[in-house]
């Protein structure tokens, strides 16, 4: 016989602990931070945690540092009902008693735009409990890109430097103060709401942004090709274009006959005017981003980006030394911002140019 779980007690909509996750793993939703990490994965492993320690930590992501990804100050704006319903989920499916607090870290823009919506939501008597836990916690306007890393910004709020820690042991079982810690991105609370309410139809949203009549947040398929995501929201181009997808500085560039497939990780779309495009301004303004966002621990990413910007600066620079950095970056940088660097650089190159670089 199947034994019966002891812990039945959450209910929103009817659904009770077992009924939610369930719904979670049914509805195949992953985290919207750009990982792609199964949300139900990270929430039972966290639970699980809890069966050896005695309190948690819930972090929720808003920093968006990455250029041209505006979803989250959309959700808050727009939504702010849905996210904190999707966090109070996530409160009580990890036990009111065991979550010792919860941190909403938000770009500082966000909280000046958005605190007062929350805080008026949180003063309802339904969420009495959640208002108690809750702490907003500004991301520090130096802490850079890298301060949206979920391990640095645990440091972060430790009051340590915001850079990468040393994965495994991994934030679920020891993160905020060495302790089991759910981390989520705004999007992702918002998903799990709807689809607590049976509302969720596997859209997200998409910052799109560039040489467009329409710029702005559009919800649609989280699959939806990038060709349909700009025909419906009116900003196809009558011109030659190409496209960057996932971030304007991070982001794959794709010419306008690759935009058949989804925009996958943060669902950006930078639209550029192929004929009006500045190359070397372009390439100098990603290379500036991760030369500014560099956190310094890693002497790969310090030095490689910080070359990388000064050679595109001058006149003429070596070919051969600029694609070497290029590819040590690729190799052995600590965490995904060196590493990520390559992408614009060698898809440009490789999608627009018809040039294969390394």
């Known amino acids: ?46 639970e699980e945690a809890l069966k050896s320690e005695k309190e948690a930590y819930i972090v929720v992501n808003g920093a968006e540092g990455e250029p041209g990804v505006k979803k989250d100050a959309f959700i808050l704006e727009k939504h702010p009902e849905d996210f904190i319903f999707g966090l109070n989920l996530a409160f009580e499916f ?3 008693n065991k979550v010792k607090k919860i941190y909403l870290f938000l770009n500082k823009t966000y909280i000046k ?32 890109y890298i301060g949206g890393e979920e391990s640095s910004m645990l440091n972060i709020i430790e009051g340590k430097k915001g850079e990468p820690r040393i994965r495994p042991p991994f934030p679920t079982t020891s993160g905020l103060f060495s302790k089991p ?29 560039g040489a467009i009549k ?3 947040v559009y919800r649609f398929p989280a699959l939806m090709p990038i060709e349909n995501v700009l025909k419906q929201s009116a900003n196809y181009p009558n011109f030659d274009f190409f496209v960057q997808i996932g971030g304007n500085a991070s982001g794959e ?11 996958d990780s943060a669902a950006s779309i930078m639209v550029y005017d192929k004929n009006k495009t500045d190359e070397k301004k372009l390439i100098e303004y990603w290379l500036k981003f991760y030369f500014n966002n560099s956190c310094g621990q890693c002497l790969t990413c310090r030095e490689g980006t910080y070359r990388l910007y000064e050679m595109i ?28 660097l390559p992408i614009p650089l060698l898809s440009y190159y490789r999608n627009i140019k018809g040039v294969e670089k390394v």
């Open 1 to 46: 016989m199947k034994a019966k779980t002891k812990k039945t007690s959450l209910k929103k909509n009817g659904a009770t602990h077992v009924d939610l996750i369930n719904k979670i793993e049914s509805a195949a939703l992953v985290g919207r931070g750009g990982a792609g990490y199964p949300v139900a994965w990270k929430w039972k492993a966290v």
């Open 113 to 144: 735009s958005s605190a007062n919506k929350i805080r008026k939501i949180l003063a309802d008597k339904k969420y009495s409990d959640l208002e108690k836990k809750v702490e907003f916690f500004s991301k520090p306007l130096d802490a850079g």
């Open 313 to 340: 600066k001058a006149k003429t620079y070596d070919q051969k030394i600029f694609w070497d950095i290029v590819s040590a970056l690729d190799d052995s940088s600590f965490c995904a911002l060196g590493s990520s």
């Open 94 to 96: 990890l036990g009111k």
């Open 253 to 263: 560039i794709l010419n306008k006959e690759q935009i058949n497939v989804p925009a």
């Open 181 to 209: 810690t759910l981390i989520n991105n705004v999007e992702t609370f918002f998903d799990v709401a709807l689809v607590a309410k049976d509302e969720y139809r596997g859209d997200r949203f998409y910052t799109i942004s």
């Open 214 to 216: 329409k710029p702005g």
